[in-house]
T-cell receptor, first 114, second 114 residues
Framework: DTEVTQTPKHLVMGMTNKKSLKCEQH?????MYWYKQKAKKPPELMFV???????INESVPSRFSPECPNSSLLNLHLHALQPEDSALYLC?????????????FGPGTRLTVT | GNSVTQMEGPVTLSEEAFLTINCTYT??????LFWYVQYPGEGLQLLLK?????DKGSNKGFEATYRKETTSFHLEKGSVQVSDSAVYFC?????????????FGAGTRLFVKA
């Protein structure tokens, strides 16, 4: 199984809402990532988890809160978002060791903040 | 810091034409290099990779050679199909203080006409 799944596929939320994005993989990967992708732009790294511990936070605003409950699951909790946070949110996973390890991406969650 | 530069698009070709998408990188050390492809409405998927100088990555008719002397990793395909229409991202993977990060180029959109 070389699949990364993400739910929901689409999400519309108001600026006062709280919602969560979910990501799951069963490839035994110990590194998991959240990216934000705006239209016609490359993915922009937000967070990296390594062995269930947050290892990289790219100065992301606190209205985004990641969580890694176990080695297969990654969540992104959203609260008090702004319209400019509307984007495609991609989850990815990889083997932890080595620069030669490719990432496996999920299909993304299309988020619209109204 | 490390960076990836790829040719701006969009690139529009007729079916069966030859494709080249240029990619150059700036890096300390010896990063691994990747090409990812993103089809409309989907996440990224690995197209090919090369982990050391002079390595050639290949997949689905696409090829790229890791050229250390010119710091390049150009993507080529001898005969494109309509189904190759997508956005192509050149990337390198580096080790960072917190773990491994992928640096993406800006992406090149390819349109193939029947």
């Amino acid at each position: 199984d070389t699949e990364v799944t993400q739910t929901p596929k689409h999400l519309v939320m108001g600026m006062t809402n709280k919602k969560s994005l979910k990501c799951e993989q069963h490839m035994g990967h110990r590194a998991m990532y959240w990216y934000k992708q705006k239209a016609k732009k490359p993915p922009e790294l937000m967070f990296v988890y390594s062995y269930e511990k947050l290892s990289i936070n790219e100065s992301v605003p606190s209205r985004f809160s990641p969580e890694c409950p176990n080695s297969s699951l990654l969540n992104l909790h959203l609260h008090a978002l702004q319209p400019e946070d509307s984007a495609l949110y991609l989850c990815a996973s990889s083997q932890e060791s080595g620069t030669g390890r490719e990432q496996y991406f999920g299909p993304g969650t299309r988020l619209t903040v109204t | 810091g490390n960076s990836v530069t790829q040719m701006e698009g969009p690139v529009t070709l007729s079916e069966e034409a030859f494709l080249t998408i240029n990619c150059t990188y700036t890096a300390t050390g010896y990063p691994s290099l990747f090409w990812y492809v993103q089809y409309p409405g989907e996440g990224l998927q690995l197209l090919l990779k090369a982990t050391k100088a002079d390595d050639k990555g290949s997949n689905k008719g696409f090829e790229a050679t890791y050229r250390k002397e010119t710091t390049s990793f150009h993507l080529e395909k001898g005969s494109v199909q309509v189904s190759d229409s997508a956005v192509y991202f050149c990337a390198l993977r580096e080790i960072n203080t917190g773990g491994f990060k992928t640096i993406f180029g800006a992406g090149t959109r390819l349109f193939v006409k029947a």
